[in-house]
């Protein structure tokens, strides 16, 4: 059953350090998600993905934060400056039609 | 500004009860999403409700949409230990917004 992938499953890095954040989407889904996930509380959504561009950011999703899909299969996440509190879950979902399929995640671990 | 709410936010029952899990939303939406999760684990597609009067049911969970009350309840049949985990509504509205998640810990 296809499902989606995130690489790496954790990561750990420094304050002010970039990180990029990877995942392969389901291959024949069009939306893309990224979510994060502070550890013990809800779910918030940072961005959705259509056609090559950002169709909806949250107010998370800030200057620091930057999405791309630089190929045909990979959806990633950078951000740019770290600080302690990006620590957290980050999921990417994909769909293709309003079924969101997550993938695993990766724990961010900023120190 | 949409806002979810759930409640309650922590449940323990009994194996064998039932229990209803309810989520509010303050606009305007079509699609409402229920999602399970284990600790440590990922978010698990449970329902997908478009529309008002939608009922879904798998195994002991049945999911239900009212978008004139800005409701979805999630029903439990008979809890086994299996259920025990972390269930969140989602409302998809410009951008999808989750509740804060109710715990359920199913003791038998």
């Known amino acids: 059953e296809p499902e989606v992938t995130q690489t790496p499953s954790h990561q750990v890095t420094q304050m002010g350090q970039e990180v990029i954040l990877r995942c392969v989407p389901i291959?024949?889904?069009?939306?893309f998600y990224w979510y994060r996930q502070i550890l013990g509380q809800k779910v918030e959504f940072l961005v959705s993905?259509?056609?090559?561009?950002?169709?909806?950011k949250s107010e998370i999703f800030d200057d620091q934060f930057s999405v791309e899909r630089p190929d045909g299969s990979n959806f990633t996440l950078k951000i740019r400056s770290t600080k302690l509190e990006d620590s957290a879950m980050y999921f990417c979902?994909?769909?293709?039609?309003?079924?969101?399929?997550f993938g695993p995640g990766t724990r961010l671990t900023v120190t | 500004e949409l806002k979810v709410e759930q409640n309650p936010l922590f449940l323990s029952m009994q194996e064998g009860k039932n229990y209803t899990i309810y989520c509010n939303y303050s606009t305007t939406s079509d699609r409402l999403y229920w999602y399970r999760q284990d600790p440590g684990k990922s978010l698990e597609s449970l329902f997908v409700l478009l529309s008002n009067g939608a009922v879904k049911q798998e195994g002991r969970l049945m999911a239900s949409l009212d978008t004139k009350a800005r409701l979805s309840t999630l029903h439990i049949t008979a809890a086994v230990h299996d259920l025990s985990a972390t269930y969140f509504c989602a409302v998809d509205g410009n951008d999808m917004r989750f509740g804060a998640g109710t715990r359920l810990t199913v003791k038998p």
């Open positions: 291959s024949n889904h069009l939306y």
């Open positions: 979902a994909s769909t293709s039609s309003y079924e969101q399929y």
């Open positions: 993905f259509y056609n090559n561009e950002i169709s909806e």
